[in-house]
């Protein structure tokens, strides 16, 4: 089924190719005559459905709404594991007497900054203040 498919678009592909520029043109016309009523219609359908749209925005909205204060604890205490996590690495790297242990410990405090920044700054990126 799929070479026959294929083979009718080559073969409908080497017929444009083989149009003049005008015969193009008149394919290209007809094309956006036969889409316009389309497009027309599908302006008018969106106008009726201003109202659903718009509450369906405003459900979103709260169920968003109602999912942050969950984000920022999973925030916190992802901050809370890499504090720790990052704590025994850099302590292992002290006691092994590698170079970067203070690359390592700015690293971990970086992510840690970070993500506590990131937990405080969600509700406001929302809209919601407390």
Avoid: H, W
Avoid at 38 to 53: D, H, K, P, R, V
């Amino acid at each position: 089924m799929s070479k026959i498919f294929k083979n009718a678009i080559t073969s409908a592909v080497k017929r444009v190719e083989g149009m003049c520029m005008r015969a193009k043109a008149a394919v290209l016309m007809v094309c956006v005559a036969l889409l316009k009523p389309a497009g027309i219609f599908a302006q008018s359908l969106a106008n009726t459905g201003y109202e659903a749209g718009t509450n369906a925005m405003e459900e979103v909205a709260t169920q968003i709404a109602a999912y942050v204060p969950y984000v920022v604890n999973l925030c916190y205490a992802l901050a809370g594991v890499v504090a720790v996590v990052g704590a025994i690495s850099v302590y292992i790297a002290m006691n092994n007497e590698e170079q970067d242990v203070k690359k390592k410990i700015m690293m971990v405090v970086g992510a840690c900054i970070f993500l506590i920044a990131a937990a405080n700054a969600l509700p406001l990126f929302f809209g919601i203040t407390n």
